[in-house]
């Protein structure tokens, strides 16, 4: 992927995700409705997110290989907060959610794969600023801190919405520099991709800073793998 110059509006890629729906509070091409009002009882800020019209749905369908669809995913997720940025200063923007619906096969890849690299590299990039990425797999059941069920996503996607300084950092206590500097957000304009690479796989290598160490295991006590963002 050679990044250009984020901008609002969300576009085709080429040859890896296609637009199926732009940002829309109100998606044809997936049914969400009954899971958006079961998930209100989870999430404090959905309600009044929905009844403002403030929570959008982008729907894409993978058409490529996982790494391209990987690195598509990341720039669909650069378009989504560059365009929230300049709107959570304004009335009601702590309630605007903007979601990356992955619809579609990729062969040797589940959702789960797909997803977790490039929302982990985003919510290092912007948590800084105040902006937080989330990950739902379709059919996967969850379960909050406090031990409660949340409903199994109909689709996978990746929530982008204004961080709740105080209440997400409890959410980030395997990355304490990240819970730390969401905890201060502020966001100041700058350019956050100034010093990323253009390349994906130069990206992920890039992104490999912000992994927690692997713990040596007993048997293999020199291990150097670099380690997955898997359920970070």
């Known amino acids: 992927m050679n990044r250009t110059r984020p901008s609002a509006a969300p576009r085709p890629t080429a040859g890896a995700l296609r637009l199926v729906e732009a940002s829309t509070p109100t998606p044809t091409t997936v049914d969400i409705s009954a899971y958006v009002r079961q998930m209100t009882a989870h999430c404090p800020y959905l309600a009044p997110s929905l009844q403002q019209g403030l929570t959008a749905w982008t729907v894409y369908q993978a058409e490529g290989n996982a790494a391209v669809v990987e690195a598509e995913l990341f720039h669909a997720g650069v378009q ?13 923007g702590g309630l605007r959610c903007e979601n990356i619906v992955l619809l579609g096969e990729v062969p040797g890849a589940r959702h789960r794969d797909l997803l977790a690299w490039p929302q982990w590299i985003l919510k290092n990039l912007y948590g800084p600023v105040g902006i937080m990425f989330g990950k739902f797999h379709a059919g996967e059941e969850e379960t909050t801190r406090a031990g409660r069920r949340i409903p199994a996503a109909p689709v996978s996607f990746l929530p982008v919405r204004a961080a709740v300084r105080r209440r997400d950092p409890r959410f980030l206590t395997a990355t304490p ?7 201060g957000a502020e966001d100041d304009g700058r350019d956050l991709l100034e010093h990323v690479p253009d390349q994906w796989k130069e990206i992920k290598t890039w992104a490999t800073r912000f992994l927690p160490p692997v713990k040596p295991s007993p ?6 793998a670099i380690p997955s963002p898997q359920g970070s």
């Open 80 to 92: 989504a907060a560059e365009w929230l940025r300049p709107l959570l200063t304004r009335p009601h």
């Open 177 to 183: 520099d990240l819970a730390a500097a969401l905890a």
């Open 219 to 224: 048997a293999s006590p020199n291990n150097s």
